[in-house]
């Protein structure tokens, strides 16, 4: 009896560890200028200087660790069990990259706005943007938990550049929401099988006791 419930139990925390969570920061706005040695978004060593983009950064907040300044700010670590997921949308190409070092750091009261910083570097790619507003981010009371959800908010300013490969871009950011969604858990057939055995043989154990009754 012991052991089927054990592997009951054993299937039910494999299904439901298997659940993620990804915030995604969604921007867009105009760029003041963009040097592409690689061609990124068109042919090589090509300059712009107008134009609109769009943009999304995204984690992992599971794997972002306690806020260390609560509740003034936060800042964590970005690693490779951590990292930070941009795409970069402009003149009909999208690139995305991933940062493997760099923070992602939260802060309130700042000038009189929150703020959210991150800065992320990989290979070959380096990344530091700022959103400011008066008290939308992270709402009242204040929660730091790197789970954002919020409407598009009026910024009292943003905007950021990089560098990927040689190539440089800068921008401001003029439209700005977030939001965390949770995938649900897909369960692993080794799962179902070890979660239908041990239901199965708790059935039969359950059979025998009514008949032996």
């Not at 940062?99 to 929150?114: E, H, P, R, V, Y």
């Not at 800065?119 to 990344?127: E, I, M, Q, Y």
């Amino acid at each position: 009896m012991k052991r089927l419930l054990l592997a009951a139990f054993l299937a039910l925390v494999s299904i439901s560890a298997s659940a993620s969570s990804i915030t995604t920061l969604n921007f867009s706005g105009s760029i003041y200028s963009i040097y592409d040695a690689t061609g990124l978004f068109g042919p090589a060593n090509t300059s712009y200087s107008s134009g609109n983009y769009t943009a999304t950064v995204s984690w992992d907040p599971t794997t972002f660790g306690p806020c260390n300044n609560a509740p003034s700010g936060c800042t964590w670590t970005v690693g490779a069990s951590n990292n930070l997921v941009e795409k970069f949308t402009f003149n009909g190409q999208t690139v995305t990259f991933i940062a493997t070092s760099g923070q992602l750091q939260f802060q309130t009261g700042g000038g009189n706005s929150d703020q959210i910083t991150y800065n992320g570097n990989g290979s070959g790619l380096s990344f530091n943007t700022q959103f400011g507003d008066t008290n939308q981010f992270f709402g009242n009371p204040i929660n730091l938990n790197p789970g954002l959800n919020f409407s598009t908010v009026n910024l009292s300013y943003g905007g950021g550049a990089g560098s990927i490969n040689g190539s440089s871009i800068n921008f401001n950011v003029t439209t700005l929401s977030a939001n965390t969604s949770t995938t649900p858990a897909v369960p692993e057939p080794s799962s179902l099988a070890l979660l239908g055995s041990g239901l199965a043989g708790l059935g039969r154990f359950i059979a025998r006791r009514r008949r032996a009754a």
